[in-house]
């Protein structure tokens, strides 16, 4: 084994770390467990702790190769294993594999170069340098194999186009290799004879004859006989051009493809295609009705040309036993014998001189017999290769498992479309609903099988009435001549009674599911559970996927059916499922810091459908107090995650529905939330107002939302312009000491100095700002993305521009980790005014423009704030740049949203918003009286200029003033300022009149 980088040779001096590469380079993209490469590289050396081991070699080779290929190639750890990642094109062996397959299949004059190329690539034995201990294992046995099916291609290639010397040098060196092999020697004296060294060629004869008769006591056999015989006649060239020119004809038995068309697979074709170019077994693995045996044979008909004698199809389902297989198998091959082991014998002998492509269709029944034929053919036929389809691997060491899914939606749409036709001749597929036709597919998974019967329903059905049954029972593609719970039922049967009672409690799940909660619904421990589940998976009544780095697993819509129809103790099990959830957001809701909380959260986002499934029981039967805490002990749960934050207010109401069936300490959780909710729809008078209500009550509960409650009336105090907030902060950071634990002193912290910042006290907000770092330091914390943003905004009322830049950077980074709208909308509002303000108005259109779509997509309307929030600087932005009638159009939606909620701040600032683009409209007496509106407020509150509009005072005319000073004969009025908003939301749409 060698290593080249750059024309320099870079092999690990370290033998083990050779080995080591070798092993994975020939397992060929295939995951090695630590055990595996143990057994490997150190059969007579017992490795006390296999896994430490492999940790510790595979970490020093990682090490090696980084270096030597600067990071171009690397070990992965997969959940089965380790894999060697490294261009295709980078190995030897991948090039050789590819150029064979490439010869078998090309025009006559090609095979010569590309055999010719193929075999150059070989320098000696497969990793001879690397350990004694790979030479007869099965990996190197079946790439030597290959390597000689590949020279007696050449030496053919090469004798059919006159041009036998081309492949006589590496016939030369094979039969020093296999100085035995029979058929290899008698090629290599038909080249010399073909070379004109017939002489030679006799010679060569007679010393393989010596060599057998004492060696091995027998004579020539029918290869050296054929071969003897035409070089005394001098035919070694016409007889082998003849016999290449008119090759022998392909022989197909056994079933043929049952459609002409294979929709959908593609890449599952083409790998399979591939591994059979080079590998003793390929089994396609997968769940009932997923197409298997249409895939594997039309494979089979695609590479048929590649095997000499031809494709024998096998198909199993009907057979009972390892006799009645191989008899069937016999049969085929026109192999017979009086009893079952002579004709075993008979078709190993058969099998030895052929070069044959044998399908097995439906294996799982006989997983154990058709292990122990292939094991028979993998050692008695080197070019035969197996291509076999079960719902289980076959458990050989030779065995590449190719594990096939579902559908992917477009493909089954079209699978759907074509079968529709089929069934009903007058329909025109173009005018079908493609949506409709979708929604269908998904329900069904993608499963071909379930996607053919439903098509068949088509004579008597609309797709919109079909679509509409299956959504309440499946079982309606049952049919006397195919049914889905007969395929899910011949699977069923094979199952032990654990496996069976496993899989119908996994009926209750919905979506995907992790280990851990199986074995906490399911099973009584890890030791009940495991084992059937991984039985299941192979058996593929299970699916199996990777979620990032969870392995998790998932039911087939079908056999949720099927298995939830044999649930024996349906209450028992969902209750379980309820008790899961209720212990996880109890678990989660006494997690301390909120960071902590919304990571643990965020980590629900594949469990929740579970979590709607287990809420749904207990809300439709006797546990609907259970399901409302778990509402409210989720909390974080629905705001982390933005795909159920819309769901998440149905289950509020649910859970007040029954408050009545709640703990005390729920009952007051759930007017928090209630409190939480009206502020994140933006209803920050009502919810500033039901706050104050509800913080007496939870102050003997729950100390946390207490706290968290009392700094709300700070934030929504700002949010709505209230100026009682400024004397409200000494109190409620007396209400929350910084030297307390928790998050609520830091949150405390950036609450107050967000407001000092609204209302231009600056220095107070600097000093807070400072107190807020020394908290962090003395905890060990990061800043949170709230406390960056009021830091970008404090630094740009300061004017320390340079500060607000970095603050603005460490933002974007972060951007894609805030998962609330509480966390993106400020961030993006504190990136764009930083753009704003240092002049940059094309980046910031842009950037707002995109962060107003991304948030209005990715948010349920009543929670999106983008439009709100950013759509007036996205105003300001587009008229800076010089485009007021987009401005005003941002504007005018900005404000539309501003004028629902009581977000006021927002509104007022869209106030000012609208007065500069009236002005540069040139609608002079519009923006004057805006002005005048918005300016007489603003003194009364005691505002500076907002953060963005620095230019307003000098376009529009007027002081900037002082700041941090609120009239103190002033009343706020909510309605006073909703007045001045709907006058400028008013002007923004085109109602022109003001007053």
Known sequence: ???????????????????????????????????????????????????????????RLRTWLAAATGGEVTVVRRTDGYLLEVPGECVDLGRF????????????????????????????????????????????VRIEELRVIAALGFAEAALAAGVPQRALACLTEMIQLYPLHERLHAVCALLLAGSGRQSEALRLIESVRA????????????????????????????????????????????????????????????????????????????????GKTTLALHVARKIEPRFGDGVVVVGLASLASFGEMVTALAALLEVSAPTIDQTLVALTHAFAELHLLVVLDNCEHLAEECARLVRTIIEHAPQVVVLATSRMPLGVVEEWVWPLGTLEPAPAVELFLRRAVEARPTLDATRVDAGLADRLCRRLDGLPLAIELAAAKLRALSIAQLDHRLAADLSILDSPKGTLSATIDWSYRLLTETERRLLSRLSVFRGTFSLETVESVCGASAEDVLPALISLVEQSLVLAQDIGAERRYALLATVREFAAERLADPDLVRDRLLDHWLAVGREIDAVPHYRDRMARARDLVPDGENIRAALDHGFGGARAGD???????????????????????????????????????????????????????????????????????????????????VVSLVTNGRFVLNPVVLGQIPQTLAAVPEHDEGDEPSTALTACAGAYGTWGRFDDAVELCARYAARAARRGTAFSVSHQVVRAEVAMGTGALDEAISWSRLLTEQLTAAGSPLEQEPARRAIALVLLTTGQDEAATCFLTESVAELDDSYPVEFSRGSA???????????????????????????????????????????????????????????????????????????????????????????????????????????????????????????????
């Open 1 to 59: 084994m060698t290593v080249w980088r750059n024309d320099e040779i870079v092999t690990p001096t370290s033998l083990t770390q050779r080995a080591l590469l070798a092993v994975l380079l020939l397992a060929e993209n295939r995951p090695l467990s630590a055990e595996r490469m143990a057994a490997l590289l150190r059969p007579d050396d017992a490795v006390s702790d296999t896994r430490a081991w492999g940790q510790v070699v595979v970490s």
């Open 211 to 290: 060599r057998l008769v004492d060696e091995l006591g027998v004579d020539l056999g029918e290869h050296l006989r054929d071969a003897q015989l035409r070089v005394l006649r001098q035919q070694a060239m016409p007889a082998a051009r003849a016999e290449a020119e008119v090759p022998p004809p392909v022989r197909w038995r056994g079933p043929q493809p049952g459609t002409a068309v294979l929709i959908g697979r593609d890449r599952d074709r083409v790998a399979l295609e591939d591994a059979l170019g080079g590998r003793g077994l390929v089994t396609i693995v997968g769940a009932g009705g997923c």
């Open 97 to 140: 594999r590819r150029l064979h397959a490439a010869a078998v299949v090309a025009e006559p004059h090609r095979r010569v170069d590309l055999w010719d190329e193929a075999l150059g690539l070989w320098r000696g034995p497969v990793v001879a340098d690397v350990t004694a201990a790979l030479s007869d294992h099965t990996l190197v």
């Open 627 to 709: 399901a409302a805490e778990i509402v409210v002990r989720l909390a974080s749960f629905w705001l982390a995650n933005r795909s159920y934050l819309g769901s998440s207010e149905l289950r509020m109401r649910q859970a007040a529905q029954h408050v009545e069936l709640c703990t005390p300490e729920v009952r007051t959780l759930l007017l928090f939330q209630s409190a939480v909710r009206r502020a994140l729809r933006e209803d920050y008078v009502g919810a500033r107002d039901e706050m104050a209500v509800v913080l007496p009550r939870i102050a003997g509960h729950r100390r946390r939302e207490y706290r968290e409650g």
């Open 869 to 995: 929030h950013l759509g007036v600087l996205l105003a300001q932005a587009l008229r800076r740049s010089g485009d007021p009638k987009q401005a005003r159009e941002a504007l005018a939606h900005s404000l539309s949203q501003a004028v629902r909620r009581t977000h006021l701040r927002v509104g007022f600032t869209g106030v000012l918003a609208a007065a500069l683009i009236a002005a540069d409209l040139g609608e002079t007496e519009a923006s004057r009286d805006l002005l005048r509106g918005w300016n007489a407020l603003r003194h009364r509150i005691g505002l500076p200029v907002p953060l963005g509009f620095a230019d307003a005072p000098a376009i529009l005319g007027f002081e900037p003033g002082l700041a941090g000073t609120p009239d103190p004969s002033w009343v706020w009025c909510a309605a006073e300022l909703q007045q001045v908003i709907d006058r400028a939301h008013r002007w923004s749409v085109g109602l022109q009149a003001l007053r």
